[in-house]
């Protein structure tokens, strides 16, 4: 009960007019009840899973299914992970997909690269003129047509960048370590510059932007749901292995209702990312956001009440009664024929005083019905 109350002090996010009603409550509780010892002694599942400061956030994402559209992968990964670490701290950040989805790109893309491509040809032609040069963002060169800016880049960058890498590959230890540091500064602008101005050889690069982003992304085969199923065994198994108290699923699918349901009876706090608004995920998890609330960042705002709201229910587990065999056996059992019995096995120095006290009688006879036995 003292780590409860000072659970709540501790915590300033919590409505203090409520906290300080919880604690009220609590002391009320210790006074004229039970033993809130032994309450601690044995704490039930869900208090054990969201006790402490550990929140660990989990994030899996089905690709197949949601797949970032409005704004670039990379943006779209990392908003998600933002609006995540406001649930708690996030340490898995799990991607999902099939060949298809890495290769396949968004329409707009698709549109984006064949006007840059007649552009190209209008440039090389001298149809067209850019009002600003091309300017090459590693060395700083400018290019009056942006063909002759991917000429360069790959002509002297990329050979550059190549032999870099293939340098750090063939060093071993300190040499490597010595290699990194040099390299890296210049291994980064390559790469930012690269974005922009290389083209993936297939899809618009979901996978690298992904990783980049910080993701485990994993390619499953082309089969249909073996991304589905390749996810819901991740999870199962990260539940339990109890490796998070928070499970965000990014997924319009209701082929994850089970497992999310599972999730709930351990006790898991459940977030879903979908735009299905009447979808069967989001009515059994604890909070739900469309892609468009991540993406704007309102999602980050609400998880705030959210988590409060999280907090009060733990308060209010804590707080409410459960049945526990033993407890009751050993509080209410010793007044029936096994009375010796359980003192000589020690059990009489395990009740607390306020129940001792009332031993003569069970706690639901009334004091008239004790009166009415004695005097028969
Ligand atoms: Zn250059």
Known sequence: MVNLVRFCVSDRRVNSSTTRTLIAVARVIKHYHFSTNQNLKSPDQCAAVHGAARNIVAVFWDLDNKPPRSVSPFDAAVRLKKAAESFGVVRYKIAYANQHSFDYVPPEIRVHRRDRKTLNQLENKGVVKPLDPYICRVCGRKFYTNEKLINHFKQ??????????????????????????????????YNNAARDILTPKVGYGLGDDLKRAGYWVSVVSNKPQAADVALRNHMVDMMDR????????????????????????????????????DGALKRVSDAAFSWQEIITGKAKKEAVSVVGRWKDRFILKRLEWT??????????????????????????????????????????????????????
């Open 323 to 376: 049945y526990n065999y033993e407890r009751e056996r050993k509080l209410y059992g010793s007044c029936s024929e096994d009375d010796d019995q359980n003192d000589d096995l020690g059990v009489s120095n395990l009740i607390s005083d306020e129940v001792k006290t009332d031993q003569s009688r069970a706690w639901w006879k009334l004091e008239s019905d004790s009166d009415v036995a004695a005097s028969s």
């Open 242 to 277: 109890r490796q998070m108290e928070c499970l965000i699923l990014v997924s319009d699918d209701s082929d994850f209702v089970e497992v999310l349901k599972e999730a709930r009876l351990r006790c898991l706090k459940t977030v879903v990312v979908g735009d299905n608004n």
């Open 156 to 189: 002297i960058h990329e050979r550059e960048h190549k032999k870099r890498v293939s340098q750090i590959e063939s060093a071993r230890g300190s040499q490597r370590v010595k290699l990194v540091g040099k390299y890296s500064m210049n291994m980064e602008k």
